[in-house]
């Protein structure tokens, strides 16, 4: 099964990939409520969103032998992992901005792992049944402040930086697939996942053994050889064997972007509930003082 979530009239739904269309889908992925409707659009009348809403996005490091021999890094003997924000995830079609504090700004395609429950200390051989599925991912980085800063924080933490999508693919084997990055239709990464240093599995146990994996949270697996520069109105491509392809282009910054909207979460995402809203007591009535009625004139006897 391949899940999205899409737009349609300003609201976000939950959906499958049917060919070129989407089938509506009620309840959340995450749960056991989830099933398809009846109700079919056309991809011309919604736009995908990312497909997951991640708490955040855990990423690794030098995690192909031909990626570390590129960028002179030795092999690491356990998973190098690094934090990506929830506000750099974008979806399919959407913008990457190029900031104007990079002079070098690369792609770094990847299988992202979408993570079902929360998981916390899952050993190996657990680890698949806290899997939902499989989706593409583009680690896009600025590669002269990752050398400038020493660490990758910000780096890799920008608005935009963490193209997501097209779909959740559920029913899948990960150890080998063909994962390829295009830069304006020409092939600039491609590799197996079967050259993972640290497989699928291995990496589920490993994070949530230092940090709780929530449902909708994404490891990004690393990227393989090929690495390279990105420029102003480039479309960059990351496919995956049977996900599918996620293709974003490369745009100027906006002279003043207004502050994105952030999306609220759904209960069923993670079983955390959303911030319940404080009713706000009413403002107690100002009443007018009342005037002294005036006295009437005794009569006069």
């Keep these: 099964m391949k899940i999205v979530r899409f737009s ?33 659009y056309l991809m011309g009348e919604i736009k995908l969103l990312p497909p997951c809403q991640p708490y955040k996005i855990v990423a690794l490091g030098v995690n192909y032998a ?33 900031p104007p504090s990079t002079k070098k700004l690369d792609y770094e395609g990847e299988l992202g792992i979408v993570i079902k429950k929360t998981a916390q200390k899952v050993s ?6 806290y899997i939902l599925g499989y989706t593409c991912v583009n680690d896009v980085t600025a590669r002269d402040l990752q050398a400038k800063d020493g ?13 997501i999508g097209p779909c959740i693919e559920t029913e899948l084997d990960p150890s080998n697939l063909t994962l390829e990055t295009l830069v304006n239709g020409k092939s600039k990464q491609k590799a197996s996942t079967k050259e993972l240093i640290f497989g699928v599995y291995e990496l589920v146990s490993f994070i949530s ?13 690393g990227t393989p050889a090929g690495i390279g520069s990105l420029q102003v109105g480039d479309v960059v491509e990351v496919k995956i064997q049977n996900i599918g ?13 207004a502050a994105p909207k952030p999306e ?17 007591k009413p403002a107690a009535k100002k009443t007018a003082a009342k005037k002294p009625a005036a006295k009437k004139p005794a009569a006069k006897k």
């Design 8 to 40: 349609l009239n300003n609201q976000a739904y939950y959906g499958t990939l049917k060919g070129s269309a989407v089938c509506s889908a009620a309840g959340s992925p995450y749960t056991d409520d989830f099933k398809e409707t009846d109700r079919f």
């Design 66 to 98: 031909s990626h570390g021999k590129e960028m002179k890094s030795q092999t690491p003997d356990e998973p190098l992992i690094f934090l990506k924000p929830s506000t750099s995830v974008i979806g399919p079609d959407d913008d990457i901005t190029y």
């Design 124 to 129: 190996v051989k657990e680890a698949k049944d």
């Design 151 to 163: 660490q990758w924080t910000r780096a890799k933490g920008f608005d935009t930086f963490c193209p």
């Design 209 to 221: 053994n230092v940090m709780t994996l929530l449902p909708g949270d994404v490891i990004a697996t």
């Design 245 to 257: 392809s996620l293709k974003n282009t490369v745009a100027k910054p906006a002279a003043k972007a």
């Design 264 to 280: 609220e979460k759904k209960v069923p995402e993670g079983g955390i509930p959303a911030a319940p809203s404080v009713a706000k």
